[in-house]
T-cell receptor, first 110, second 114 residues
Framework: ELKVEQNPLFLSMQEGKNYTIYCNYS?????LYWYRQDPGKSLESLFV?????AVKQEGRLMASLDTKARLSTLHITAAVHDLSATYFC??????????FGKGTRLSVIA | NAGVMQNPRHLVRRRGQEARLRCSPV?????VYWYRQLPEEGLKFMVY????????ESGMPKERFSAEFPKEGPSILRIQQVVRGDSAAYFC????????????FGSGTRLTVV
């Protein structure tokens, strides 16, 4: 059974600081997704990572994938308040539904 | 591009009533997935449907819950005799191909059972 674990689950960081969110998964994966969810809203797709060593960047967010370690990271550079949200990673493996981690609730404070 | 449309956005039901949640996928998408999100939790898979077929219902509770995706019209998630524990946000996603390919999520239906 595919399991996805994220850490930390809660993260409070100061504006301008850097931090990394980690996503571990238990079996080989075909695709790994990062989503953002604002309170009371739906999920916004941020990145999809397909292969070992894949790195994608959008603004202050950068995601990477190490399939050998079964690990993905979401790195936040010089955080700003607008990045406050909950971030989910989700993994698909073969003919299985997308499995989500519990999410990391990020709060960026001045 | 209207995206995935879910309605209602908010639904309040008394214990024992029925709840019907609707999902219209992105135009051209024939694969629909339902997920449930409890407070402070991630999304849990419930069911995957293609037109007129249930492909995977491994996440559906055995009783009171059912889902359909008819040839015409939206997908429906039906919860009979709701209980307080059914209170959650229910999200629908659609994709042009099966499993794990390019999901688009709807805005969700927030069910409150009183």
């Amino acid at each position: 059974e595919l399991k996805v674990e994220q850490n930390p689950l809660f993260l409070s960081m100061q504006e301008g600081k850097n931090y990394t969110i980690y996503c571990n998964y238990s079996t080989t994966s075909d695709r790994l997704y990062w989503y953002r969810q604002d309170p009371g809203k739906s999920l916004e797709s941020l990145f999809v990572l397909l292969s070992n060593g894949a790195v994608k960047q959008e603004g202050r967010l950068m995601a990477s994938l190490d399939t050998k370690a079964r690990l993905s990271t979401l790195h936040i550079t010089a955080a700003v308040h607008d990045l406050s949200a909950t971030y989910f990673c989700a993994v698909n493996s073969g003919n299985t539904p997308l499995v989500f981690g519990k999410g990391t609730r990020l709060s960026v404070i001045a | 591009n209207a995206g995935v449309m879910q309605n209602p956005r908010h639904l309040v039901r008394r214990r024992g009533q029925e709840a019907r949640l609707r999902c219209s996928p992105v135009k051209g998408h024939s694969h629909v997935y339902w997920y449930r999100q409890l407070p402070e939790e991630g999304l849990k898979f419930m069911v995957y449907l293609q037109k007129e077929n249930i492909i995977d219902e491994s996440g559906m509770p055995k009783e009171r819950f059912s889902a359909e995706f008819p040839k015409e019209g939206p997908s429906i998630l039906r919860i009979q005799q709701v209980v307080r524990g059914d209170s959650a946000a229910y999200f629908c996603a659609s994709s042009p191909q099966g499993y794990g390919y390019g999901y688009t999520f709807g805005s969700g239906t927030r069910l409150t059972v009183v």
